[in-house]
């Protein structure tokens, strides 16, 4: 008997439960609702949706399944449209901007929207106060980075960067990112020395954003284990609080040597003097936290065109002859500069189609639906992921015939899709749809120019760029051009090529334009600091040109109570720097102390 009703009970469970799975089934699969690949109920299609190569199945699902430019699909819950058509963005995200973007919660950062005022990274916060004032201040200073004052920064570090090339070329993965962090370290904290760390500082941010970084971001449940069982979060917390204490040390270092006059023209400088005093940034926490992300994005972000400059050049070499070419007609023999970028369309051309061809942010960037919307007569709920493929948009056949093909002439020639006249002008990657779109499009897309024209012009300049030949089989390494890593900017893998200097005379002028870059740059780094020395010894006091520090705040964990960076101890009776702790109560993942007296 007692047999008989545990199976009558099982049995009704296992039926309410089918049912169950069925009506979730049909709901989710609705004929009526969005296009996209058959869901099943909780999971979405996390089991067939790769982590390596993310893009290509998305293509292959959007080839399959999109109608009007865009389908849906999910995982373990998060809602997914997919954005295969650029007509279908612009409607999105930038006519509909107003509530299409916000970001989604990146799982495996603390508070990576700054829902809790964590105030730290501005590419990934929602769309709230945070964001709207650092994309204000970025959005300023990097359009002072186009300014001719800073072009001489990356003229000195592409000058820096083929003298390195030239005595160690098989380095030039490590080089070629060291360049780009550089240009990013002097424009920051004027200090190109603090390369190294901020590299590894920038992939250790983007690893762990990206959803082929911590299985976290994926099995997202993992993320809330107890702290003790939890080796994702326990990483995390390091990560985190090594990179915020770095950036606010270089912060206070350039404070005190604003001070004494003795910090060149650099953002940390231009905010410590000038913008600190009218603006609403918070205090130093958040100041140190946007200058610093801002150096962080530019790294990764250069690299991945950079590199892949490298690989088309390999293996289109009438394209590399014709941007010498080109560059010697202009340049008459010396190295390009900004100023004769109107003059070098073909350099332009294979930068845009290199970006074009091997686009570094494949999937592109979510946005996250802020209300329930309807397009085109179907239903996009609130909390929906948007993603703007860009390598659906990039192999658009129509746009861009013959997609999967390395074609500059595209750019150049009339009876192309996307010529655009005049030369002197087009092609510009400014504004194309790798870098995003509406209120959350790039902020560094003329940085990104400028650097792109100066080091691939500077590299053509200096070298053929070629196959590096194995010396025992006198064979050639092979130079893929479709294996990179997967996280949200990629980059290709290591490979071998060579770096080989288009002539003996070209070689010894591209180590001495090195070294009297050098030279020159160590005098006025010397008469700088003489003058500064000579403004204090006549009693010129820098130093109140320098507010003091008016407020910090630190995301600390609940699990954790390490002390945050300057602190020496948490919670309640802190002292950080000297200044009295407010801490605000628990809230989902950690504590957030202010340290001051604006709240
Ligand atoms: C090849 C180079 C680059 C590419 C492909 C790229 C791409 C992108 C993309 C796709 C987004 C998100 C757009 C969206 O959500 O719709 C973005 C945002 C952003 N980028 Fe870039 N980027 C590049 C270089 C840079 C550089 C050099 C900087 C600064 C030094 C920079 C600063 C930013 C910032 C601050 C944001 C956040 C904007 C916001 O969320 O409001 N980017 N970028």
């Known amino acids: ?83 295969t058509n650029e007509r279908v963005a612009e409607d999105l995200l930038v006519k509909r901007a107003k509530f299409n973007s916000d970001r989604p919660q990146i799982r495996s950062l603390f508070d990576s929207k700054s829902e809790h005022g964590s105030m730290e990274y501005l590419p990934l916060m929602g769309r709230n106060q945070y964001w709207s004032r650092q994309r204000r201040l970025t959005h300023a200073y990097i359009t002072e980075a186009t300014n001719a004052r800073y072009h001489g920064v990356m003229y000195f570090e592409a000058k820096r960067w083929i003298a390195r090339l030239v005595a160690d070329p098989d380095n030039f993965q490590a080089s070629l990112e060291d360049m780009a962090s550089k240009v990013m370290c002097q424009l920051t904290w004027d200090d190109p020395n603090l390369s190294t760390y901020c590299t590894k500082s920038a992939w250790g941010l983007l690893r762990q954003m990206s959803p082929a970084g911590p299985i976290t971001n994926v099995l997202t449940p993992l993320w809330h284990l107890p702290w003790i069982l939890n080796p994702w979060k326990r990483a995390e917390r390091k990560r985190h609080d090594e990179q915020q204490a770095w950036w606010m040390n270089q912060f206070q270092r350039c404070r005190e040597k604003t001070a004494k006059g003795e910090l060149r023209p650099c953002w940390t400088r231009q905010f410590q003097e000038k913008t600190s005093l009218k603006t609403t940034i918070s205090g130093d926490y958040e100041a140190s936290s946007v200058i610093g992300m801002l150096a962080l994005v530019g790294i990764f972000t250069v690299a991945g065109p950079l590199s892949y400059w490298l690989v088309s050049m390999v293996h289109h070499p009438e394209w590399q002859a014709a941007v010498q070419r080109e560059i010697d007609e202009v340049c008459e023999g010396r190295l390009p500069t900004l100023e004769d970028a109107p003059r070098l369309p073909v350099l332009r051309a294979c930068i845009k189609e290199t970006m074009r061809w091997r686009p570094n942010v494949p999937t592109g960037v979510a946005h996250e639906t802020e209300v329930d919307d309807v397009y085109n007569g179907h239903f996009i709920p609130k909390g929906t992921r948007i993603l703007p493929l860009d390598w659906a948009f990039l192999r658009n056949p129509e746009k861009y015939p013959d997609p999967n093909s390395f074609r500059p002439e595209r750019w150049l020639e009339p009876g192309w899709p996307t010529f655009q006249a005049p030369l002197t002008q087009f092609p510009t990657i400014k504004g194309m749809s790798s870098f995003g779109w509406g209120q959350r499009q790039c902020l560094g897309m003329n940085l990104t120019q400028d650097e792109l024209i100066v080091a691939c012009g500077s590299l053509a300049w200096a070298f053929n760029l070629k196959h590096k030949v194995n010396p025992v089989t006198g064979e050639r390494y092979p130079v893929p051009t479709d294996k990179s890593n997967s996280l949200l900017i990629i980059k290709p893998d290591p490979f071998k090529m060579a770096f080989e200097p288009r002539s003996k005379e070209r070689r010894e002028e591209t180590l001495r334009v090195w070294q009297e870059a050098e030279r020159e740059d160590r005098a006025k780094r010397m008469a700088f600091l003489a003058n500064a020395r000579e403004e204090r010894a006549k009693g010129v006091v820098l130093s109140e040109k320098v507010p003091v520090a008016v407020s910090t705040s630190v995301l600390v964990s609940t699990e954790e109570r390490t002390p945050a960076p300057g602190c020496t101890g948490i919670p309640t009776s802190t002292v950080c720097t000297g200044i009295p702790v407010q801490v605000i109560p628990p809230i989902e993942e950690g504590l957030l102390v202010r340290v001051g007296s604006v709240f």
Do not use: C
Request: no cysteine.
């Open 1 to 83: 008997m007692q047999l008989l009703t545990a199976l009558l009970l099982g049995g009704v469970v296992v039926v309410a439960a089918a049912i169950h799975f069925i009506k979730v089934f049909r709901k989710i699969n609705d004929p009526n609702g969005l296009p996209g690949p058959t869901q099943i109920p909780y999971l979405g299609r996390i089991h067939d949706l790769p982590i390596d190569y993310m893009w290509l199945k998305f293509k292959e699902w959007g080839d399959k399944y999109a109608t009007g430019g865009l389908y849906r699909t999910s995982m373990l819950g998060a809602e997914f449209v997919i954005i």
